[in-house]
């Protein structure tokens, strides 16, 4: 158990919609992070945050936004939903700085019909 | 795009032997990470080994790092059942904000 939670596990919901997914990080831990893994990209970063604050951007749609609140949850939203947007979803946290080590949540799986 | 690629894509060997997987990345790094997945679920942290470290120890798991070829390779002694699973490398680099570039992954599997 790597101390990162995840809710939810399964999400399974139909093209055009919006979902959210929430990422709670270890104790301690100031950056989130989220990946996106597909079959066809392989684990592909999607976005950072540190306390608050937006780091940086990978490869993330227009059609998704991310935040991190002020207790350091964070959640992603994906909205207008397709079917390439099917993926295990998931959220890493770590304390930044120079080791950099991130440790993974068990992810979401979001299957779009 | 990736970063890393592993070597090989997947290795089947017996339960006991020695597993060795090999990662190559492209550009400069601070850090290398190997990871491990099980089926569908989440990355398990293994061990990291920083830019200026050649070899690392942690149990079973042994990680070389060759910076001048930009590779590096995890070997898992004493290979058992539980260790079936894909195994990724992950590299930080100099210009990347902390993101994590994955390989492809090996996938490993330990016959009985």
């Known amino acids: 158990d790597s101390g990162v939670t995840q809710t939810p596990k399964h999400l399974i919901t139909a093209t055009g919609q919006r979902v959210t997914l929430r990422c709670s990080p270890r104790?301690?831990?100031?950056?989130v992070y989220w990946y996106q893994q597909s079959l066809d990209q392989g684990l592909q970063f999607l976005i950072h945050y540190y306390n608050g604050e937006e780091r940086a951007k990978g490869n993330i749609l227009e059609r998704f936004s991310a935040q991190q609140f002020p207790d350091l949850h964070s959640e992603l939203n994906l909205s207008s939903l397709e079917l390439g947007d099917s993926a295990l979803y998931f959220c890493?946290?770590?304390?930044?700085?120079?080791?950099?080590?991130?440790?993974f949540g068990p992810g979401t799986r979001l299957t779009v019909l | 795009s990736q970063q890393g690629e592993e070597d090989p894509q997947a290795l089947s060997i017996q339960e006991g032997e020695n597993a060795t997987m090999n990662c190559s990345y492209k550009?400069?790094?601070?850090?290398l990470q190997w990871y491990r997945q099980n089926s569908g679920r989440g990355l398990v942290h293994l061990i990291l080994?920083?830019?200026?470290?050649r070899e690392k120890h942690s149990g079973r798991l042994r990680v070389t790092l060759d910076t001048s070829k930009k590779s590096s390779s995890l070997l898992i002694t004493a290979s058992r059942a539980a260790d079936t699973a894909s195994y990724f490398c992950a590299t930080d680099t100099i210009q990347g904000a902390q993101k994590l570039v994955f390989g492809q992954g090996t996938r490993l599997t330990i016959n009985p």
């Open positions: 104790s301690g831990d100031l950056s």
């Open positions: 550009t400069s790094i601070n850090n």
């Open positions: 890493a946290s770590g304390q930044a700085g120079g080791r950099n080590e991130q440790f």
């Open positions: 080994i920083r830019s200026n470290e």
